[in-house]
Protein backbone atom coordinates (compact mmCIF):
# COMPACT_ATOMS: atom_id res chain seq x y z
CA UNK A 1 0.00 0.00 0.00
CA UNK A 2 1.19 3.34 -1.05
CA UNK A 3 1.70 5.66 1.87
CA UNK A 4 2.92 8.66 0.95
CA UNK A 5 1.31 11.78 2.19
CA UNK A 6 0.34 10.09 5.56
CA UNK A 7 1.32 12.66 8.36
CA UNK A 8 2.67 10.53 11.64
CA UNK A 9 3.00 12.42 15.04
CA UNK A 10 5.06 10.36 17.70
CA UNK A 11 4.32 10.94 20.98
CA UNK A 12 6.66 9.88 23.69
CA UNK A 13 9.16 10.68 26.46
CA UNK A 14 11.61 8.29 26.00
CA UNK A 15 14.12 9.31 23.16
CA UNK A 16 15.00 6.06 21.87
CA UNK A 17 11.26 4.98 21.47
CA UNK A 18 11.05 8.11 19.37
CA UNK A 19 13.72 7.33 17.44
CA UNK A 20 13.06 3.51 16.78
CA UNK A 21 9.41 4.35 15.64
CA UNK A 22 10.80 7.82 13.60
CA UNK A 23 13.03 5.19 11.64
CA UNK A 24 10.59 2.28 11.10
CA UNK A 25 7.72 4.62 9.80
CA UNK A 26 9.79 6.52 7.43
CA UNK A 27 11.00 3.42 5.74
CA UNK A 28 7.72 2.63 5.53
CA UNK A 29 6.58 5.56 3.25
CA UNK A 30 5.17 8.29 6.10
CA UNK A 31 6.55 11.60 7.62
CA UNK A 32 6.87 11.80 10.99
CA UNK A 33 7.70 14.39 13.43
CA UNK A 34 8.03 14.05 17.01
CA UNK A 35 6.93 15.25 20.26
CA UNK A 36 8.70 14.35 23.94
CA UNK A 37 5.23 14.97 25.56
CA UNK A 38 1.70 15.69 25.57
CA UNK A 39 2.10 19.49 26.38
CA UNK A 40 4.72 20.13 23.40
CA UNK A 41 1.82 18.12 21.51
CA UNK A 42 -0.87 20.49 21.81
CA UNK A 43 0.89 23.26 20.20
CA UNK A 44 1.60 21.23 17.59
CA UNK A 45 -1.98 19.49 16.52
CA UNK A 46 -2.57 23.45 16.68
CA UNK A 47 -0.56 23.98 13.19
CA UNK A 48 -0.54 20.48 11.71
CA UNK A 49 -3.45 18.20 10.66
CA UNK A 50 -2.02 14.48 11.28
CA UNK A 51 -3.52 11.52 9.79
CA UNK A 52 -2.40 9.26 12.53
CA UNK A 53 -0.88 10.07 16.58
CA UNK A 54 0.71 7.33 18.40
CA UNK A 55 0.46 8.48 21.75
CA UNK A 56 2.25 6.96 24.93
CA UNK A 57 -0.36 7.07 27.88
CA UNK A 58 2.16 7.11 30.87
CA UNK A 59 4.23 10.69 30.10
CA UNK A 60 5.27 13.83 32.76
CA UNK A 61 3.85 17.41 32.68
CA UNK A 62 0.52 16.22 30.27
CA UNK A 63 0.19 12.22 30.14
CA UNK A 64 -1.63 10.81 26.98
CA UNK A 65 -4.91 10.63 28.22
CA UNK A 66 -4.87 14.43 29.14
CA UNK A 67 -3.80 15.15 25.95
CA UNK A 68 -5.97 13.27 24.02
CA UNK A 69 -9.35 15.19 26.15
CA UNK A 70 -7.70 18.47 25.65
CA UNK A 71 -6.94 17.96 21.79
CA UNK A 72 -10.20 16.35 20.68
CA UNK A 73 -12.04 18.80 19.39
CA UNK A 74 -9.08 18.85 16.84
CA UNK A 75 -8.56 15.48 15.94
CA UNK A 76 -11.71 15.31 14.36
CA UNK A 77 -9.99 13.82 10.83
CA UNK A 78 -6.98 12.10 13.07
CA UNK A 79 -6.69 8.33 14.12
CA UNK A 80 -5.35 8.13 17.22
CA UNK A 81 -3.82 5.06 18.63
CA UNK A 82 -2.52 4.75 22.17
CA UNK A 83 0.54 2.94 22.94
CA UNK A 84 0.74 1.19 26.85
CA UNK A 85 3.26 0.10 29.21
CA UNK A 86 2.05 -2.52 31.57
CA UNK A 87 -0.32 -1.24 34.44
CA UNK A 88 -2.10 1.35 32.25
CA UNK A 89 -4.31 -1.11 30.01
CA UNK A 90 -7.35 0.28 31.18
CA UNK A 91 -6.26 3.16 30.85
CA UNK A 92 -6.06 2.00 27.49
CA UNK A 93 -9.64 0.57 26.77
CA UNK A 94 -10.88 4.16 28.69
CA UNK A 95 -9.06 5.72 25.75
CA UNK A 96 -11.10 3.78 23.17
CA UNK A 97 -14.68 4.49 24.61
CA UNK A 98 -13.46 8.22 24.16
CA UNK A 99 -12.49 7.98 20.96
CA UNK A 100 -9.18 6.06 20.62
CA UNK A 101 -8.90 3.68 17.55
CA UNK A 102 -6.69 1.13 19.49
CA UNK A 103 -3.85 0.52 21.80
CA UNK A 104 -0.49 -1.34 21.40
CA UNK A 105 1.05 -2.55 24.80
CA UNK A 106 4.47 -2.25 25.12
CA UNK A 107 7.02 -3.66 24.54
CA UNK A 108 5.79 -4.09 20.66
CA UNK A 109 7.15 -5.66 17.77
CA UNK A 110 8.12 -2.99 14.82
CA UNK A 111 5.21 -5.45 12.65
CA UNK A 112 2.68 -4.81 15.45
CA UNK A 113 2.71 -0.71 14.76
CA UNK A 114 2.57 -1.51 10.83
CA UNK A 115 -0.11 -3.62 11.46
CA UNK A 116 -2.10 -1.28 13.92
CA UNK A 117 -1.48 1.07 11.15
CA UNK A 118 -2.47 -0.60 8.27
CA UNK A 119 -6.40 -1.88 9.66
CA UNK A 120 -6.45 1.98 10.63
CA UNK A 121 -5.92 2.91 7.32
CA UNK A 122 -8.35 0.35 6.25
CA UNK A 123 -11.04 1.33 8.38
CA UNK A 124 -10.34 5.25 7.06
CA UNK A 125 -11.05 3.87 3.72
CA UNK A 126 -13.95 2.09 4.17
CA UNK A 127 -15.33 5.36 6.56
CA UNK A 128 -14.51 7.29 3.28
CA UNK A 129 -15.95 5.41 0.97
CA UNK A 130 -19.19 5.12 2.97
CA UNK A 131 -19.20 9.06 3.17
CA UNK A 132 -19.08 9.42 -0.74
CA UNK A 133 -21.64 6.82 -1.11
CA UNK A 134 -24.60 8.69 1.29
CA UNK A 135 -23.00 12.21 -0.51
CA UNK A 136 -23.91 10.38 -3.87
CA UNK A 137 -27.19 8.28 -2.49
CA UNK A 138 -28.29 11.65 -0.98
CA UNK A 139 -27.47 13.72 -4.33
CA UNK A 140 -29.35 11.06 -6.09
CA UNK A 141 -32.47 11.51 -3.71
CA UNK A 142 -31.83 15.30 -3.88
CA UNK A 143 -32.24 15.36 -8.08
CA UNK A 144 -35.04 12.24 -8.29
CA UNK A 145 -37.28 13.94 -5.33
CA UNK A 146 -40.73 15.87 -4.49
CA UNK A 147 -41.56 16.54 -1.08
CA UNK A 148 -41.66 13.31 0.14
CA UNK A 149 -41.93 11.23 -3.43
CA UNK A 150 -38.89 9.59 -5.09
CA UNK A 151 -39.14 8.57 -8.80
CA UNK A 152 -36.27 8.89 -11.83
CA UNK A 153 -38.28 7.37 -14.70
CA UNK A 154 -39.30 10.26 -17.55
CA UNK A 155 -42.91 9.84 -16.61
CA UNK A 156 -42.27 10.76 -13.11
CA UNK A 157 -39.86 13.24 -13.52
CA UNK A 158 -42.58 15.10 -15.73
CA UNK A 159 -44.84 15.08 -12.95
CA UNK A 160 -42.40 16.42 -10.69
CA UNK A 161 -41.86 19.23 -13.11
CA UNK A 162 -45.08 19.81 -13.52
CA UNK A 163 -46.00 19.95 -9.84
CA UNK A 164 -43.22 22.49 -8.75
CA UNK A 165 -44.46 24.86 -11.77
CA UNK A 166 -48.26 24.16 -9.76
CA UNK A 167 -47.08 25.17 -6.70
CA UNK A 168 -45.98 28.91 -7.75
CA UNK A 169 -50.19 29.87 -8.45
CA UNK A 170 -52.81 29.77 -6.32
CA UNK A 171 -54.83 27.94 -8.48
CA UNK A 172 -57.00 24.47 -8.13
CA UNK A 173 -55.10 21.37 -8.74
CA UNK A 174 -57.03 18.05 -9.86
CA UNK A 175 -54.55 14.72 -8.94
CA UNK A 176 -55.74 11.56 -10.82
CA UNK A 177 -54.09 8.21 -10.11
CA UNK A 178 -54.29 4.26 -8.45
CA UNK A 179 -54.67 3.98 -5.13
CA UNK A 180 -51.16 4.02 -3.45
CA UNK A 181 -49.22 6.02 -6.35
CA UNK A 182 -48.31 8.65 -4.09
CA UNK A 183 -51.46 11.48 -4.93
CA UNK A 184 -51.55 12.79 -1.16
CA UNK A 185 -47.51 13.36 -1.08
CA UNK A 186 -47.68 15.23 -4.14
CA UNK A 187 -50.21 17.70 -3.08
CA UNK A 188 -48.12 18.13 0.45
CA UNK A 189 -45.51 18.37 -2.09
CA UNK A 190 -46.82 21.66 -3.76
CA UNK A 191 -48.24 23.17 -0.62
CA UNK A 192 -45.01 23.08 1.37
CA UNK A 193 -43.13 24.37 -2.15
CA UNK A 194 -45.86 27.66 -2.39
CA UNK A 195 -46.67 30.95 -1.09
CA UNK A 196 -49.08 28.72 1.57
CA UNK A 197 -45.94 26.66 2.99
CA UNK A 198 -45.80 27.93 5.98
CA UNK A 199 -49.83 27.23 6.70
CA UNK A 200 -52.13 24.28 7.86
CA UNK A 201 -52.09 21.75 5.51
CA UNK A 202 -55.61 19.76 6.18
CA UNK A 203 -56.06 16.38 4.23
CA UNK A 204 -59.59 14.79 4.29
CA UNK A 205 -60.87 11.73 3.00
CA UNK A 206 -64.13 12.44 1.18
CA UNK A 207 -65.19 8.46 1.55
CA UNK A 208 -64.08 8.27 5.23
CA UNK A 209 -66.85 10.53 6.83
CA UNK A 210 -69.97 9.43 7.17
CA UNK A 211 -72.84 11.34 4.69
CA UNK A 212 -74.52 12.59 7.87
CA UNK A 213 -71.59 14.60 9.23
CA UNK A 214 -70.29 15.32 6.22
CA UNK A 215 -71.24 19.27 6.31
CA UNK A 216 -71.03 19.97 9.55
CA UNK A 217 -67.40 18.08 9.35
CA UNK A 218 -66.58 20.83 6.14
CA UNK A 219 -68.34 23.83 7.27
CA UNK A 220 -68.03 23.64 11.33
CA UNK A 221 -71.57 24.55 13.60
CA UNK A 222 -73.16 26.94 15.43
CA UNK A 223 -73.78 26.15 19.28
CA UNK A 224 -77.61 25.10 19.38
CA UNK A 225 -77.79 23.73 15.76
CA UNK A 226 -78.75 20.30 16.31
CA UNK A 227 -78.75 18.18 19.01
CA UNK A 228 -75.15 17.80 20.57
CA UNK A 229 -73.94 20.89 19.19
CA UNK A 230 -72.86 22.35 23.17
CA UNK A 231 -70.51 25.19 21.35
CA UNK A 232 -69.88 26.73 18.11
CA UNK A 233 -66.88 24.21 16.10
CA UNK A 234 -64.59 25.06 13.29
CA UNK A 235 -64.89 23.28 9.88
CA UNK A 236 -62.24 22.01 8.25
CA UNK A 237 -62.09 24.85 5.64
CA UNK A 238 -62.04 27.11 8.34
CA UNK A 239 -58.96 25.19 10.11
CA UNK A 240 -57.55 25.36 6.39
CA UNK A 241 -58.40 29.00 5.80
CA UNK A 242 -54.31 30.70 4.19
CA UNK A 243 -53.50 27.24 3.66
CA UNK A 244 -54.90 24.21 1.62
CA UNK A 245 -57.54 21.55 1.75
CA UNK A 246 -56.24 18.14 0.09
CA UNK A 247 -59.87 16.69 -0.96
CA UNK A 248 -58.80 12.67 -1.40
CA UNK A 249 -61.45 10.46 -2.83
CA UNK A 250 -63.28 13.53 -4.11
CA UNK A 251 -65.45 11.16 -6.30
CA UNK A 252 -66.92 10.11 -3.06
CA UNK A 253 -68.48 12.83 -2.34
CA UNK A 254 -72.37 13.53 -2.33
CA UNK A 255 -74.04 15.69 -4.33
CA UNK A 256 -75.88 17.50 -2.04
CA UNK A 257 -72.08 18.51 -1.25
CA UNK A 258 -71.03 18.99 -4.28
CA UNK A 259 -73.15 21.77 -4.49
CA UNK A 260 -71.74 23.19 -1.67
CA UNK A 261 -68.37 22.55 -2.63
CA UNK A 262 -69.00 24.58 -6.00
CA UNK A 263 -70.18 27.78 -4.07
CA UNK A 264 -67.00 27.27 -1.95
CA UNK A 265 -64.78 27.23 -4.73
CA UNK A 266 -66.31 30.53 -6.73
CA UNK A 267 -67.17 32.41 -3.68
CA UNK A 268 -65.02 31.81 -1.26
CA UNK A 269 -67.03 31.69 1.82
CA UNK A 270 -68.57 28.74 3.92
CA UNK A 271 -71.70 28.58 5.81
CA UNK A 272 -71.77 26.85 9.33
CA UNK A 273 -74.20 24.97 10.00
CA UNK A 274 -77.17 26.71 12.28
CA UNK A 275 -75.45 29.78 10.65
CA UNK A 276 -77.28 32.32 8.97
CA UNK A 277 -74.09 34.83 7.55
CA UNK A 278 -71.48 33.17 5.89
CA UNK A 279 -67.76 33.74 6.62
CA UNK A 280 -64.90 34.39 3.52
CA UNK A 281 -62.20 32.18 3.90
CA UNK A 282 -58.49 31.66 1.80
CA UNK A 283 -58.43 28.32 1.04
CA UNK A 284 -55.97 26.94 -2.00
CA UNK A 285 -58.32 23.18 -2.72
CA UNK A 286 -56.33 20.29 -4.06
CA UNK A 287 -58.16 17.20 -5.00
CA UNK A 288 -57.78 13.89 -5.67
CA UNK A 289 -59.16 10.62 -6.92
CA UNK A 290 -58.87 7.02 -8.30
CA UNK A 291 -62.02 7.26 -10.19
CA UNK A 292 -62.57 8.21 -13.89
CA UNK A 293 -64.22 11.72 -12.79
CA UNK A 294 -65.53 12.06 -16.50
CA UNK A 295 -67.01 8.70 -16.69
CA UNK A 296 -68.63 9.84 -13.56
CA UNK A 297 -69.95 12.96 -14.84
CA UNK A 298 -71.84 11.02 -17.81
CA UNK A 299 -73.20 8.63 -15.22
CA UNK A 300 -74.85 11.55 -13.40
CA UNK A 301 -72.77 10.47 -10.58
CA UNK A 302 -70.52 14.31 -10.44
CA UNK A 303 -71.26 17.23 -11.10
CA UNK A 304 -70.13 18.57 -14.61
CA UNK A 305 -69.87 22.49 -12.98
CA UNK A 306 -67.65 21.08 -10.04
CA UNK A 307 -65.73 18.95 -12.11
CA UNK A 308 -64.89 21.76 -14.84
CA UNK A 309 -63.94 24.09 -11.97
CA UNK A 310 -61.48 21.21 -10.22
CA UNK A 311 -59.60 20.27 -13.70
CA UNK A 312 -58.19 23.51 -13.93
CA UNK A 313 -54.83 21.57 -13.83
CA UNK A 314 -54.46 18.43 -14.12
CA UNK A 315 -51.70 16.26 -12.82
CA UNK A 316 -51.61 12.37 -13.74
CA UNK A 317 -49.53 9.55 -11.75
CA UNK A 318 -48.97 6.35 -13.19
CA UNK A 319 -49.06 3.13 -11.49
CA UNK A 320 -45.64 1.48 -10.55
CA UNK A 321 -46.01 -1.29 -13.40
CA UNK A 322 -45.97 1.20 -16.07
CA UNK A 323 -42.51 2.86 -14.69
CA UNK A 324 -40.41 0.14 -12.68
CA UNK A 325 -37.54 1.83 -13.90
CA UNK A 326 -38.24 3.23 -10.14
CA UNK A 327 -38.11 0.31 -8.42
CA UNK A 328 -34.49 0.34 -7.47
CA UNK A 329 -34.60 3.49 -6.18
CA UNK A 330 -37.67 3.52 -4.09
CA UNK A 331 -36.05 -0.10 -3.05
CA UNK A 332 -32.60 1.41 -1.87
CA UNK A 333 -34.83 5.37 -0.17
CA UNK A 334 -37.09 2.78 1.84
CA UNK A 335 -34.15 0.74 3.28
CA UNK A 336 -32.71 3.71 4.21
CA UNK A 337 -36.00 4.51 6.06
CA UNK A 338 -36.70 1.65 7.67
CA UNK A 339 -33.19 1.04 8.85
CA UNK A 340 -33.38 4.49 10.60
CA UNK A 341 -37.27 3.47 11.78
CA UNK A 342 -36.02 -0.24 13.29
CA UNK A 343 -32.39 0.27 13.98
CA UNK A 344 -31.17 -2.07 11.14
CA UNK A 345 -28.41 -2.12 8.82
CA UNK A 346 -29.80 -3.69 6.11
CA UNK A 347 -27.36 -3.02 3.10
CA UNK A 348 -28.49 -4.21 -0.16
CA UNK A 349 -31.26 -5.98 -1.77
CA UNK A 350 -30.35 -8.95 -4.01
CA UNK A 351 -29.98 -9.08 -7.57
CA UNK A 352 -32.32 -12.23 -7.29
CA UNK A 353 -34.86 -10.41 -4.91
CA UNK A 354 -34.66 -7.28 -7.24
CA UNK A 355 -35.87 -9.47 -10.15
CA UNK A 356 -38.65 -10.56 -8.37
CA UNK A 357 -39.96 -7.09 -7.32
CA UNK A 358 -39.10 -5.84 -11.19
CA UNK A 359 -41.58 -8.78 -12.14
CA UNK A 360 -44.19 -8.03 -10.17
CA UNK A 361 -47.14 -6.14 -10.97
CA UNK A 362 -47.80 -4.25 -7.71
CA UNK A 363 -51.60 -3.53 -8.01
CA UNK A 364 -51.27 -1.33 -4.57
CA UNK A 365 -48.06 0.28 -6.16
CA UNK A 366 -45.94 1.91 -4.22
CA UNK A 367 -47.62 2.01 -0.88
CA UNK A 368 -47.47 -2.43 -1.37
CA UNK A 369 -43.66 -1.98 -2.52
CA UNK A 370 -42.81 0.09 1.04
CA UNK A 371 -45.00 -2.70 2.60
CA UNK A 372 -43.27 -5.38 1.31
CA UNK A 373 -39.95 -3.89 2.05
CA UNK A 374 -40.75 -3.01 5.67
CA UNK A 375 -41.88 -6.63 6.05
CA UNK A 376 -39.18 -7.87 4.69
CA UNK A 377 -36.48 -5.67 6.79
CA UNK A 378 -38.53 -6.14 10.21
CA UNK A 379 -38.14 -10.38 9.05
CA UNK A 380 -34.23 -10.23 7.97
CA UNK A 381 -32.03 -11.54 9.44
CA UNK A 382 -28.79 -11.06 7.12
CA UNK A 383 -27.31 -8.07 5.98
CA UNK A 384 -28.78 -8.27 2.25
CA UNK A 385 -32.48 -9.17 1.49
CA UNK A 386 -32.92 -12.40 -0.64
CA UNK A 387 -36.12 -13.62 -2.49
CA UNK A 388 -37.38 -15.57 1.08
CA UNK A 389 -37.70 -12.17 2.84
CA UNK A 390 -40.22 -11.55 -0.05
CA UNK A 391 -41.93 -14.17 -0.88
CA UNK A 392 -44.21 -15.45 1.30
CA UNK A 393 -46.00 -12.33 0.95
CA UNK A 394 -46.14 -11.63 -2.75
CA UNK A 395 -46.99 -15.79 -3.26
CA UNK A 396 -50.06 -15.23 -1.01
CA UNK A 397 -50.99 -12.33 -3.08
CA UNK A 398 -51.05 -14.42 -6.21
CA UNK A 399 -54.49 -15.50 -6.67
CA UNK A 400 -57.43 -15.00 -8.95
CA UNK A 401 -56.50 -11.09 -9.63
CA UNK A 402 -53.33 -12.59 -11.03
CA UNK A 403 -54.84 -15.74 -12.51
CA UNK A 404 -57.57 -13.46 -14.09
CA UNK A 405 -54.54 -10.94 -15.68
CA UNK A 406 -53.10 -14.21 -17.25
CA UNK A 407 -56.23 -15.58 -18.86
CA UNK A 408 -57.94 -12.24 -19.65
CA UNK A 409 -59.13 -12.29 -23.27
CA UNK A 410 -59.72 -15.35 -25.16
CA UNK A 411 -55.74 -15.50 -26.56
CA UNK A 412 -54.76 -19.04 -25.68
CA UNK A 413 -50.97 -17.43 -27.11
CA UNK A 414 -51.37 -14.47 -25.02
CA UNK A 415 -52.12 -16.84 -21.74
CA UNK A 416 -49.26 -19.21 -22.79
CA UNK A 417 -47.18 -16.29 -23.10
CA UNK A 418 -48.06 -14.77 -19.41
CA UNK A 419 -47.91 -18.14 -17.81
CA UNK A 420 -44.71 -19.00 -18.95
CA UNK A 421 -43.68 -16.05 -18.19
CA UNK A 422 -44.59 -16.26 -14.47
CA UNK A 423 -43.28 -19.89 -14.42
CA UNK A 424 -39.74 -18.80 -15.35
CA UNK A 425 -39.35 -15.81 -13.10
CA UNK A 426 -40.43 -17.98 -9.79
CA UNK A 427 -37.75 -20.62 -11.40
CA UNK A 428 -35.07 -18.46 -11.66
CA UNK A 429 -35.97 -16.39 -8.27
CA UNK A 430 -35.56 -20.31 -6.85
CA UNK A 431 -32.46 -20.13 -8.10
CA UNK A 432 -31.10 -16.79 -7.53
CA UNK A 433 -30.87 -16.57 -11.51
CA UNK A 434 -28.83 -19.15 -12.13
CA UNK A 435 -30.27 -20.41 -15.37
CA UNK A 436 -29.14 -23.85 -15.93
CA UNK A 437 -30.44 -24.91 -12.68
CA UNK A 438 -33.48 -22.84 -13.93
CA UNK A 439 -34.18 -24.76 -17.17
CA UNK A 440 -33.95 -27.80 -15.42
CA UNK A 441 -36.85 -27.15 -12.71
CA UNK A 442 -38.59 -26.19 -15.79
CA UNK A 443 -37.87 -29.18 -17.51
CA UNK A 444 -36.69 -27.36 -20.85
CA UNK A 445 -33.41 -27.09 -22.27
CA UNK A 446 -30.88 -24.20 -21.49
CA UNK A 447 -30.82 -22.24 -25.03
CA UNK A 448 -34.95 -22.55 -25.13
CA UNK A 449 -35.10 -21.05 -21.30
CA UNK A 450 -32.64 -18.39 -23.35
CA UNK A 451 -34.62 -17.97 -26.13
CA UNK A 452 -37.88 -17.32 -23.81
CA UNK A 453 -36.13 -14.76 -21.34
CA UNK A 454 -35.37 -12.60 -24.26
CA UNK A 455 -38.85 -13.52 -26.32
CA UNK A 456 -40.26 -12.33 -23.13
CA UNK A 457 -38.17 -9.76 -22.06
CA UNK A 458 -37.68 -11.20 -18.40
CA UNK A 459 -35.59 -9.16 -16.40
CA UNK A 460 -33.42 -11.82 -14.87
Known amino acids: ?51 FILCDL ?42 AYDFISKPFKSDEVLLTLKKAEE ?14 IKKIQENYKFGKLV ?22 VLILGESGTGKELIARGIHSRSERSGMPFVPVNC ?15 KKGAFTGADTNKKGLFEEADEGTMFLDEIGELPQPLQVKLLRVLQESEIRPVGESKTKKIDVRVIAATAKNLEDEVSQGNFREDLYYRLNVLKIELPPLRERTEDI ?23 PSAVS ?39 EKKMGKEDLNDIFDGYSLKIAKEKFETMMITKALVKTEGNRSQASRLLEISHPSLLSKIKAYSIKA
Not at 62 to 82: H, N, P, Q
Not at 328 to 350: A, T
Request: glycine share 4%.
Open 123 to 136: RESLKRENRWLKER
Open 151 to 172: AKSKAMQSVFKLSEKVAQYNTT
Open 207 to 221: GGIPDSLLESEFFGY
Open 58 to 99: KMPNIDGMEFFESARDKLWATTVIMMSAYGTIDTAIESMKQG
Open 356 to 394: LLLNRQWPGNVRELENAIERAIVLAEEPVLMPENFLPEI
Open 328 to 350: PLLNQYFINLFNEKFNKDIREIS
Open 1 to 51: MDKIGKYILVIDDEENMRHMLKTLLEKSGYIVETASDGSEALKMVDQTLYD
